[in-house]
């Protein structure tokens, strides 16, 4: 499975953007996809996730609220919109894809920079 993500660039404090990730090659059917995020100096941490069947979704505390993810299963991709952003959102943002409940993410995108100026 690869997974292409786009659409991060420099956006202003209190802006929105929407980041999206397409996955191709797929074998087996997605269970999860995810966003991820990597600001410098610091461990990568989970931002959110969604579960294809019934559309379930997860958030980390520090986006609950400002971000929301969504999917096109059709389209084998999923998005991430931002609103609100803070200069603590600069990051790389990273899309993953698990198969399998559960299990750790075995999929993951290149990453798209997210730069928020104050």
């Known amino acids: 499975v690869q997974l292409q993500a786009s659409g991060g660039g420099l956006v202003q404090d209190g802006g929105s953007l929407r980041l999206s990730c397409t996955a191709s090659g797929r074998t087996f059917s997605s269970y999860s996809m995810a966003w991820f995020r990597q600001a410098p100096g610091k461990e990568r941490e989970f931002v959110a996730a969604?579960?294809?069947?019934?559309?379930?979704?997860l958030y980390s505390d520090d986006v609950k609220g400002r971000f929301t993810i969504s999917g096109d299963n059709a389209k084998n991709t999923v998005y991430l919109q931002m609103n609100k952003v803070k200069p603590e959102d600069t990051a790389v943002y990273y899309c993953?894809?698990?198969?399998?409940?559960?299990?750790?993410?075995?999929?993951w995108g290149q990453g798209t920079l997210v730069t928020v100026s104050s």
């Open positions: 993953a894809d698990r198969t399998v409940p559960g299990s750790a993410y075995a999929y």
């Open positions: 969604i579960t294809w069947s019934g559309g379930r979704t």
